[in-house]
């Protein structure tokens, strides 16, 4: 299979929850709690919500991950946690609150350029999602954005798919899909008639049938492999 096009999501793939805000946020309530005991425990979380709220709008799905998050921290002051969430809600509101770019994206991205590929962001976001990348330094590196929120849609609807391929003018098998979430990434790109790998930083979905790559310099070393 020849690869020329590469869709990539962006919030688990790309960016990342900025942790140290949150904490701040349940400080502020009184809740002392460590931005990195948050980041430990957030793949675990998202993997719980991933394989049992597959029916859940990404809005509503988003927040359970933050919510399982904070409990597997060992946060249960409620009262507190609602007062933080709803700040940190009105802070993704305004500037998108997944702000923390892990070292290895922006060189996996030029690795990808410079094999060829063609770079989108397909990402159920909030209509932020293209600031967010050009304040976070990442924009100049895809070369397209689509936001769910924008498009009126959202994975795992093969339909926002559809509408990136004919943005950047590619052809469905041809493009790959890179994602995080099982339900949300694989299920819709395949739907689509696009292949799918899924990023599994932690190793949890071994028990899925799809590609699984544990980091984005993994995915280009298997690309580099590949024909084309």
């Known amino acids: 299979m020849t ?3 590469l869709f990539l ?3 688990g793939v790309l960016v990342f929850p900025n942790w140290t805000r949150v904490a701040a946020a349940l400080a502020g309530q009184g809740v002392e709690v460590a931005p990195a005991a948050l980041a430990a425990v957030e793949l675990a979380a998202k993997h719980e919500v991933d394989t049992a709220a597959r029916g859940q709008p990404d809005l509503i799905r988003g927040w359970l991950v933050f919510e399982r998050v904070l409990a597997r921290a060992g946060v249960t002051d409620t009262p507190a946690i609602a007062a933080a969430l709803d700040e940190v809600q009105r802070y993704h509101s305004e500037f998108n609150l997944w702000e923390h770019v892990p070292d290895e994206v922006v060189p996996a991205l030029r690795r990808f350029r410079a094999a060829g590929l063609r770079l989108v962001v397909v990402s159920n976001a909030n209509g932020r999602m293209r600031t967010a ?8 590196h895809v070369d397209l954005v689509v936001d769910s929120h924008e498009e009126g849609v959202e994975k795992p609807d093969p339909r926002i798919f559809a509408h990136a391929l004919a943005r950047i003018g590619a052809r469905a098998d041809r493009t ?21 790998v899924l990023l599994d930083l932690a190793g949890l979905y071994h028990d899925h049938d799809c590609e699984r ?3 984005l310099a993994e995915l280009a070393d298997r690309l580099a492999g590949e024909p084309g």
């Not at 994602?179 to 696009?194: E, I, K, P, S």
């Open 3 to 5: 690869i020329d096009t």
């Open 9 to 11: 999501d962006a919030g």
């Open 133 to 140: 990348l050009e304040r976070m330094g990442l924009a100049p």
């Open 176 to 196: 790959l899909h890179v994602g995080d979430l099982y339900h949300t990434d694989v299920v819709g790109a395949r739907r689509a008639g696009l292949r799918a």
């Open 213 to 215: 790559v544990a980091s």
